[in-house]
Structures are given as C-alpha cells and as structure tokens.
C-alpha cells in the first residue's frame, strides 16, 4: 500500500510534518530489531546538595535504613520513604543527607523533582514531572505521550529492572505521588511532605517517618555548628534561649544563626531581646496556631528587619515574582536595576538564610519565605507601584519568550504587536541551544506567569504569553503545558475584549488538541476562530483557519473535504499578495491530489510551488515540494522525474543537516525504487529511513518504513522477515489512532503470511483491514477495499 503518514498541523501551514511517539528500531542487512526504550545507559544524578552542619537525627536515619537493609515483606513492591511533618522542621535537609547516604545502593541513579505542593503557583501535576523524568531518561521530546496514562505505562517499563533513588520534595498529597511511583522493587521513593500521606502509608506500604522539632540540645548543637567560625564564647545558656525562640524549627535557626554570625561583636543576650521583641509583636499581631509558626515569622522579620535597605527592598519585591526559582536578569528587571547590582543584594539575602543559591546563577525561595516576602511587598509598597512592577515583570517574560521562539522555531513563530511594550531588558539568544535552554528552565515560571498575567490584571499579556509560547511548545511536545497556558489565553482574550486576540488563542488551542489527536476539540475551536475572523474582517486569519480546516480533513482522510478547504484557502493568500502562505497551499493541495491519486494534476501544482519556495529562500519549502514532486510523478508513471526530484529533496536535507526532512524523504525514495523494480535498493532505503525515524522518536513515519520494508522483503521472497516488519507496523499503527495506514499494513501482512502457510491469520488482517476501510470513500480507499475484498473471495 502506497500512503503517506503523519499529517501535523505546522504553524506555518504546511500538512507534511512529522508525529509525535516512536516504536522499533532498525539493525543491518534485512533484520529489524523492535527496541522501543531509550538506550538504559542513561543515568541521572540529580539530587540536591546535602545542607551543612546536619545535626543528629540519628534514630530517623535508622528506620529510614531499614528500607535498603536485608529482605522486604513486599519483595515485588516499590519501597516508598513518606518524610512528613510540619513547615521548616527539616524533612528536606533529613531526606537529602539520608539519600546521599545511601547513593551506592542505587547504581541505575537518582531521579529529584519539586512537586510544589506548597509553592505560591499550582502544584505541578503529575502529567507534567512524569514528562521531566522521562525526558532525564532519555526520551525524546517527540516521542512524548500526551495523555498522562501513557506516560505513567512508559515511566513505569523504563524503571523496570533499574535500581533508582526518587526524591519527591513537597508533595502537596498522596494523589499527587502515586501516578509517580514506579513499580519495580529495585527502586525506592522518597518523599516529603506537609501532609501526613496516609493514602500512600494505606496503599502502598509506605514507611512513614514524622520529623518532630529539635530538643534543645540539637538546636544549641546546630547553632554553635553555625556560628563557630565567627562567634565562640556564647554562653550555652544564651544559645538555649535563642533556640526556643527559634521553637527548634531548623529553618528558623539557620536564620538566626546567620544573623548572630552577621554580628561577631554583639552579645548574643542583645540578640535575643531583640528577637523576643519581634516575637511579642508577632504574638499580639497574629492568631495563627501552625507549630511553630509565630517562631518563624518573627525570626523571618527579625532578619529582615536588619538587611540593608536595599537588599530588604529586593527581598520583599521577590514576593511579585511569579515563581519561587529564578535567575539574575529576570530579577534585574523587576527591581529595575543593574544586573552587578542585583547580584550583590541576592548574594546578602543567601548569606541570610533568606535564599538558596543553585546551580547556574539560580536562586530559590522556601515556600515560606516567599509567602513572607509577599506578604511584605503588599505592606510596603503602594498598590500602583506594585501593579507596575508585576507588569514590568510579566512584560519580560512576554517579550523574552518571544526572543526565545524566534530563534527555536523562527518559520513558526507568533509576532508581537505594540500593545505591550518591551522592558529594557530582555533577553537575546544567539541560537537555537541558548534559546531552548532558558526555556527549559524557565518552563514553570512561564505556565504561573500566564496564570497570574489572566488573574491580576493582565488579560493582555497572558493571551500574548501564551500564543508566544506555542511554537517552541509545538516543537518539543509540551502538551501539559501548551494545552494549559492555551485555555487561560481563551478566556483572557475574551475578558481583554480583543476578538482579534480570542480568534488566535482559539487557532492556538485548536492547534494543541490536533499534536494530541483531539480532533474533535480541535475542530471546534478552529471553526469558533473562523467564525471570528470573518466577522472582524480578518482575511488572513480567515484562510489561516481554512487551512487548519483542511489540515483535519486530511488527518481524518476526508480527501474531497480537505481539497475544498486548502482551494478557499490558496484563493484567500492570493488575493493578499502573500506567496509563501499561496505556495503552502499548493502544497497541500498537492499533497491532497496524490492521496487521491490524481498524480499528473498534483504535479502541474506543486511545480508552481517549488518555483515560489526556491525564490523566497525557503528550504524547507523548496524539499518539500519537491518530496510531492517526487510523489506525483511516480504516482503517474515518470519515474526518472520522480528519482530527480526526490533526490534534489535529499540534497536539500544534507545540505541542512536536517534528519528529520531525511528520515521522511528517504522513505519516499525507496518508493521510487520499488516501483522501479529494484528491491534490494528500496530495502535499503527503507531500513534507512527506519532507522532515522527511530533516532528522531516519530512512531507513524518509523512504521511507514518497517512497513515498506516489509513490501520490499515480499518482493525479494523474504515472507518470514516481511511479516515481522509488518506486524510491527500494525502494532505501532494500532496505537496511533491510524485507521488508513493500519488497514494498509494488515493488507501487506495477510499477503506476507499467506505464503508461510498462515492461511487463517492472513484472512483475519484481511477482514479487519476491509472492516478499517469501510469509512473511506475516496478512489484509492474503495481501490484498496475492492481488492482486499477480491483476495477474501479467492481465499474461499
């Protein structure tokens, strides 16, 4: 069968690119070897530094021992570590020195990830660090599943056998955790929490150890570790009081004891009367019954009261950030100042326990201390000037996002307009690996920035945040995060009262459930933005809609559907003088015209595009034509035409450096090869492209290859390889929603099993490929049926 996969909506327009998840891989002669997990080899190192001075905790280490010494009741189980108690008693610091501690027992690794269960933004689901892990795996970004079930299956059989340490800090809940949890006894789960996770202790087994506050002892022991460089003749009395005040909380220790090193020459005893003061006033001021929290929060202020008035300024303004994490210009930008500047205030707060230095020129916030933070930014700072920060703040991210898109994916991006001014600075990137880097860590800054732009004011640069973001989303499979940021853009258009801006953010989440197969959806939301578009006048967006239209018509095989729409669309971009959009269509059509199998007409078409592209510069254009090109003329019988113009593409993907573009065209030229009675060289093009495929992650074009490689095996007298190659396209397609292909490859597999003798399975692929077939009315689908139906008859 002759069919072309993978139909994907390009935001340039274009109907021939590349799907999302991976199967099999390909190894010499004729053998295809089936290895759908990313190489093993691959080991993550990911745990945090281990605080210094830890103190004690020696009875917790030890039943936390128990679940890596000796034999388990549950030998199939994973072992599960629930670290509970309240905020700022050390559960973190605990868990982090422990899993160090037993580092040589887990050769396959560790695995870390900030659930945010108590972080000033959502808490990150579990779709979301089930997408992290596997990319820290090894997984490819364009083999990424969109559902959540599917990654958890995948998570769960790449676990299998490895021995692994997974730190989950700051679970919000057990339901959170257990899509995380792997299922392999060789691993073991840490997690910490506020919560007291009895879901996880209930279901799962889970050891749960409650840290409690220090004894007095500990925390003078913790204190005297703390201040030993600075301050050696404090009396064990002064250091009692100063941890009760501190109510054994580590965290608020640390703070004090910072700020007790900060003053060498003071009398520890002034210290404490000042730090009873705050306490008074907290006491008096606030009727929170939280363990230990007035004890906190009056050591928070205490500390904050001393910082120089500008690092306590920068302090407070960190409060606006949208995340607890950040780095140096995105913080330079907020406080409006000089980045040398910036950098010395941050480095006081770290010396005051405020803030976490991490690695990269990051810094992080306790949750707690950034809630106090925010707290005093809404005290001290008047609402206009608060507003106006937030604005600047969320202008940066909207603008360095849109740097970031150009240059990950500049044919795709979404262009600024004047409505939100540019900061003063944001960034630039130099290419495509600067670019994706800050995005990757920016990636949860960016989905609470759009968040907190749609609640506080700021519909105008969520909606634009959100479109800005698609392209590099789009390129790297963030569905979690593209579907999210997508459907607060809707409503923030709406209540911005933009229609211009509801009809692309309706194109946007149209766009994002067509990459995860919603079609449904997807379709709703690109007539809801048609119907806007040409109620504003919007002619351009009105054949961009059109054309998304037929781009699910082509994905559904509704052939004659999709032809009609990319007509109107073409019509449209010709009348607006705009000629790579025109020669796009083109494309499409022609694309449609070959399923058709209307090849002559195809090629009169696609040569008016190929002209256009080669004139506008546009290289991927300029082989994708030529890829139809190639496609049409072997469709009506040229094939020296077909094998010039299919090489030229291939040249054009060398030149690149571009496998994707390769991996794609190659499969087209064993085609050529095939048709022209060569097996041998078609297998090998295939198996090529096969190969390619598996490396780029792209299930339906991999399966498209194993598939052709199959027909070329059939015609060299290969049944026994053949069958293997086309049942693993059929397993592939199976789980791609690909009725067309899959009823195309159970054809070539009855015809392979026919002559091993398989007489009853080949009748059953034939069956099922005429029942696939039955929806499809266009020539080459009744074709296709007609004579899958005439073999049935044989076979009686």
Known sequence: MDDETGHVNRFDGSASAHTVVQAGEVHGGVHFHH???????????????????????????????????????????????????????????????????????????????????????????????????????????????????????????????????????????????????????????????????????????????????????????????????????????????????????????????????????????????????????????????????DAMRSVFEWSYQALPAPAARLFRLLGLHPGNEFG?????????????????????????????RRPAGRYEFHDLLRAYAAEQVRQEESEADRTEILGRCLAWYLHTAYAAQYAIAPFDRYDLDDQIPAPATPLRFDGYESAFQWYRT????????????????????????????????????????????????????????????????????????????????????????????RRIGDQRGTAVSINALGLLGLRRRRLDEAKSHFEDSAKIFRELGDRRWTALMRSNLAETLC??????????????????????????????????????????GDLEAASRAIGAALSIASDEDNQVWRGHWLAESAKVERVRANPEAALRLF??????????????????????????????????????????AVATYRGLDARWQLAGALENLSGALGPLGEHEPARAARQEALLLLGPFNDPQAIALAEGVARHLGDDD
């Open 35 to 293: 290895q759908p997990l990313p190489d093993p080899s691959v080991i993550p190192h990911q745990l945090r530094g281990a605080v210094r001075h830890f103190v004690n905790r020696t009875q917790e280490q030890a039943r936390l021992g128990s679940l890596v010494a000796g034999s388990h009741d549950e030998p199939h189980a994973v072992r599960v570590a629930a670290i509970t108690g309240t905020a700022g008693v050390g559960k973190t610091s605990l868990a982090l020195h422990w899993a160090h501690s037993v580092r040589p027992h887990f050769p396959g690794g560790e695995l870390y990830a900030n659930l945010r269960g108590y972080a000033a933004g959502p808490p990150a689901s579990p779709q979301e660090i089930l997408g992290h892990f596997l990319e820290d795996l090894g997984v490819p970004s364009t083999r990424m599943p969109a559902e959540r079930e599917r990654r958890e299956t995948m998570f769960r059989s790449l676990m299998a056998d490895r021995h692994m340490l997974m730190f989950l800090d700051n679970a919000a809940d057990s339901t959170q955790v257990r899509p995380l949890l792997p299922a392999t006894p060789g691993c073991l789960v840490v997690v910490t929490s506020r919560d007291d996770l009895s879901g996880l202790v209930a279901q799962q087994g889970a050891l749960r150890l409650e840290v409690t506050t220090f004894s007095t002892t500990d925390a003078v022991t913790l204190l005297r570790a703390t201040t030993a460089d600075y301050r050696t003749r404090d009396r064990r009395a002064d250091l009692a009081a100063l941890a009760r005040l501190c109510a054994g909380l580590p965290l608020a220790l640390r703070i004090a004891a910072e700020r007790a090193a900060g003053w060498p020459s003071m009398p520890l005893g002034e210290l404490i009367d000042d730090l009873r003061d705050e306490s008074a006033r907290w006491s008096v001021l606030t009727a929170d019954t939280e363990e230990g929290s």
């Open 687 to 728: 198996r090529e492209s096969a190969g390619v495929q598996r490396r780029l992650g792209d299930a339906a074009r991999e399966a498209a290859a194993l598939d052709g490689a199959g027909e070329a095996c059939q015609a060299l007298g290969l049944f026994e390889e053949a069958a293997k190659l086309h049942r693993s």
């Open 595 to 636: 399923e058709l199998g209307r090849g002559e007409e195809a090629g009169e078409i696609v040569e008016q595009a190929l002209a256009d592209f080669r004139e506008l510069g546009d290289h991927f254009g300029e082989g994708n034509a030529l890829f139809l090109l190639s496609w049409a003329r072997r469709t009506s």
């Open 442 to 533: 920016e990636r949860a800054n960016l989905v609470t920035a759009t968040h907190i732009a749609a609640g506080a004011g700021f519909p105008k640069i969520a909606w634009r945040l959100a479109v800005v973001l698609r392209a590099v989303y789009m390129h790297h499979n963030a569905f979690d995060d593209w579907v999210t940021t997508a459907r607060i853009a809707v409503d923030a258009a709406a209540r911005a009262g933009e229609q211009a801006g509801e009809a692309e953010t309706l194109e946007n989440l149209g766009k994002a459930a067509f990459q995860a197969l919603r079609l449904d959806e997807a379709e709703e939301c690109h007539r809801a933005a048609l119907a806007i578009r």
């Open 328 to 356: 140096l210009p995105a913080i330079a930008n907020l406080a409006s100042v000089e980045p040398t500047q910036v950098r010395t205030l941050l480095d006081t707060l770290v010396r005051a326990h405020l803030l976490e």
